[in-house]
């Protein structure tokens, strides 16, 4: 199967007794929270330690601090979510369930919604990076100056792709970071964050980098940095220092049992924003490099058949009919060691770096094939994405089967080699999720009759009475899954 549809699917990791998952820092709100203090403990007294002959000089915070922190901003935003509602009922209340059970086609009412994020300042007249998911669904964008004064702000463009996103607002002379790259950076390095974590304003902690070009469950295209920066709710959209008081990253996730720090945070290389801030500052949108192929990890077990010396590459799993790929001579089988000069050690290196090439660029690959290198050059096509919103199953629908889904796009037919499908973008609490049914599958047929849109589903799932069997397409396989409908 395709990676579109791979990454979808099989970058789910489970972990006993709690589940590991990743999560925005910057968060949306509802009502109020309290926060209690620290219980305080009494001290604990210990045997005095012998200093040893050398001391180690740990890096001193406070110069990037002093610096950089004027540039660092809050960004606070408010907007509307549609939630199905009974006027004058609590959702929390019991009752509110008992009717949302017998009358389903609830109204639809808006609730009031905040969030908080951080951002920094690239330009003296007011551009800022922050977070994609940070302003996503707002309304109105406030920005908050470390000196107090309060912008509201224009969202230039956003990019989900790589979750970055520009804001403007009208000011002049306001200090900026210093950018650095995250090519100069290395493992065990010490790094800096400084924002605005539960609205906190101006918070600075601190770690080292614990990995570079990390891959992220559905985060393809960019190779995050892992550090132990303490990062929590509100830091999303805050920059990383360097100990020379360079950006090198934009925080962006945490990896956490909680929901909240524990040791694991992620930040997009620094070159990456400012790529996609240039794109969307120049042409209000992002153009991406695409290659027309499904790739996948290569194991030691599958280096070994192949007769490579080390599981390094990408292995080629399927490619694209009249694609980029099939037009340069790519094979399935075939294993990408090199790409446009750059080695591959993993499979999740090749997304980005395609992504990175300028559409109807030519550019040089090396493959190993038949155990032999091979050189091809393949001219890189524009990535195209789905220009309208997914088309959601009618209210009605929804209450049946509890899932989102819409057409799969021509690109995304050509590369699963399906004629039609409706791809399922959400599940809800409903028969679907209770049979198993997840983000990412394709619904082929309701009871063996095929459907190819909403309108569709909708009949088929209206003539099949409260039992149905649908076909579904996960990964590379087709499967049955019976659904029982409420």
């Known amino acids: 199967m395709q990676s579109f549809l791979q990454s979808r699917l099989t970058h789910w990791v489970t972990v006993p007794l709690a589940v590991a998952a990743l999560f925005g820092a910057g968060y949306w709100i509802q009502g109020n929270a309290l926060v209690n203090h620290a219980q305080a403990t009494a001290p604990v007294s210990a045997k005095a330690i012998t200093a040893p002959s050398a001391y180690i000089t740990l890096p001193n915070f406070a110069s990037i601090a002093s610096s950089q922190g004027a540039a660092v901003v809050n960004i606070s935003v408010t907007g509307t979510v549609k939630t199905a509602g009974i006027p004058g009922v609590d959702p929390n209340d019991p009752m509110f369930e008992l009717f949302r059970r017998f009358q389903p086609n609830l109204p639809q009412t808006e609730t009031p919604m905040n969030g908080l994020g951080s951002g920094f300042i690239v330009k003296s007249d007011g551009v800022i990076l922050t977070n994609a998911h940070v302003v996503d669904k707002a309304d109105v964008v406030t920005v908050k100056l470390s000196d107090k004064r309060e912008f509201q702000a224009r969202v230039i463009g956003v990019d989900k792709l790589t979750d970055v996103a520009v804001l403007k607002i009208e000011a002049k002379d306001l200090p900026i970071v210093h950018i650095g790259s995250t090519k100069n950076s290395n493992v065990g390095d010490w790094v800096v964050a400084i924002g605005s974590p539960f609205g906190f304003d101006n918070t600075v902690t601190a770690g080292i980098i614990s990995a570079k070009s990390r891959a992220l469950p559905d985060e393809g295209y960019v190779p995050f940095l892992q550090t132990d920066v303490a990062i929590n709710p509100g830091n999303s959209g805050g920059p990383l220092f360097n100990l020379n008081g360079e950006v090198i990253g934009i925080n962006s996730q945490i990896y956490s049992r909680s929901g909240g720090y524990q040791g694991l945070s992620f930040a997009i290389p ?29 194991n030691q077990d599958l280096a070994s058949s192949f007769g490579l010396q080390s599981p390094s590459g990408a292995l080629v799993s399927n490619i694209e009919k009249n694609g980029p790929a099939d037009k340069a001579g790519l094979e399935p089988g075939d294993v990408i060691v090199k790409f446009n000069g750059q080695s591959i050690d993993r499979s999740s290196d090749l997304p980005p770096m395609v992504a990175n090439v300028k559409p109807g660029s030519t550019v040089s690959m090396e493959v190993w094939r038949n155990k032999q290198l091979k050189k091809l050059s393949v001219r890189i096509d524009e990535m195209q994405t789905a220009q309208a919103g997914p088309a959601v199953v009618p209210d009605s629908q929804q209450s049946k089967l509890g899932v989102s889904v819409r057409p799969l796009t021509s690109q995304e037919l050509a590369q699963t080699q399906l004629k039609q499908g409706l791809l399922v973008e959400e599940v809800a609490k409903g028969p679907a999720a209770t049979a198993g049914i997840q983000p990412g599958d394709v619904i082929l047929a309701v009871n063996g009759d095929q459907v190819k849109n909403v309108s569709q589903l909708h009949d088929k799932l209206s003539q099949n009475g409260k039992n149905v069997a649908l076909l579904v397409m996960r990964g590379d396989s087709k499967i049955y899954v019976p659904v029982k409908i409420s």
């Open 270 to 298: 620094i070159d990456v924003a400012m790529g996609i801030e240039q794109q969307l500052l120049e042409k209000g949108k992002v153009s991406r490099g695409r290659l027309g192929i499904g790739v996948q990890s290569i």
